[in-house]
């Protein structure tokens, strides 16, 4: 069974800057897609970046682009997201998820499309 954990989230004013953390456990195949969402109050769930474990794909939406960067650590089996130049629209519960497979495209990621692995959530909190 996979397990994801995340941690990382909290509160900050905008402009500065958080670093996510996805520790996964229970993962039997390196072809997987792990991805990053969140979710606002009111609104629905959507991707964030997603990752295919070959480091070949990566996606941003375009909301984030320029300010976070999704990396993997092989290692310690852990996948971060560093949120840089944080607005107040960045406020949201954050998800990591996994999906087994190639990556299917910017829509599986927008939408969590075939990911059936879900993470607790880390709440981030952006002030003024």
């Known amino acids: 069974e996979v397990q994801l954990v995340e941690s990382g989230g909290g509160l900050v004013q905008a402009g500065g800057s958080l670093r996510l953390s996805c520790a996964a456990s229970?993962?039997?195949?390196?072809?997987?897609?792990i991805g990053w969402f969140r979710q606002a109050p009111g609104k629905r769930r959507v991707g964030v970046s997603c990752m295919h474990t070959s480091g070949n794909t990566t996606y941003y939406a375009d909301s984030v682009k320029g300010r976070f960067t999704i990396s993997r650590d092989n290692v310690k089996n852990t996948v971060y997201l560093q949120m840089n130049s944080l607005k107040l629209e960045d406020t949201a519960v954050y998800y990591c998820?996994?999906?087994?497979?190639?990556?299917?495209?910017?829509?599986?990621?927008?939408?969590?499309?075939?990911?059936?692995?879900w993470g607790q959530g880390t709440q981030v909190t952006v002030s003024s």
């Open positions: 229970g993962l039997t195949s390196d072809n997987y897609v």
């Open positions: 998820a996994t999906q087994v497979g190639s990556y299917q495209g910017s829509y599986f990621c927008t939408y969590g499309l075939g990911f059936g692995s």
